[in-house]
C-alpha cells in the first residue's frame, strides 16, 4: 500500500513539474518579440504567452507547445453565411495551397490559422518565416477575389 501511494504521488508531482514547464513562455520569445517590435508590431505579453498586433496583419498569438512555438491567427467567421460544407471545402484549398499553416475551424467557429516553429530564434529563418506567415495568415486569408472572404465577418 505504501508503494502505491508513493507511487501515485511521484506520477503527480511528474504531471505537475511537466504543466509547470509550459506555463511559461518560450526561451526564444525576448529575441522574437524584439524582431517583431522591428517589423511594427505592438507587444502584449500574458502569463504563458503573447500576442503581436499590427495595422493590416492577423493579431499573432504565440505560446509554447511541446517544446517549440505554435504561433496562431483568429479570423472571426460569419455563421449567417449557412454553408458549412462550402466553408470545409474553402478551408481544404486553404491547407492545399499553403506555405507554412495549416487551417481549421475551432470550437468557437473561429477560422484558426497555425504553424509551428523551434523555440530558438535565428534572424534570417525568422524573417522568412514571418514572410511566409504574412501571405498564409494575411494576404491569402482576406483575398477578397478568393471564395473564403464570403465567410468572414
Known sequence: ????????????LMIFVAGAAYAELPQASNDIIKH???????????????????ANAATITFRLYKKNIIM????????AHGD???LLEEINTLNLNASLCRYYVDSDNDLVAECMIADSYDKVLFGA???????????TVYDKKAELYNYLK
Open 129 to 139: 518565416t514571418m514572410d511566409f506567415w504574412a501571405v498564409d495568415s494575411y494576404t
Open 1 to 12: 500500500m505504501k508503494k502505491i501511494v508513493v507511487l501515485v504521488a511521484a506520477i503527480v
Open 84 to 86: 458549412r460544407a462550402g
Open 36 to 54: 517583431l517590435e522591428f517589423l511594427g508590431y505592438k507587444i502584449e505579453k500574458k502569463d504563458a504567452s503573447f500576442s503581436a498586433k499590427k
Open 72 to 79: 496562431m491567427a483568429y479570423f472571426t467567421l460569419d455563421e
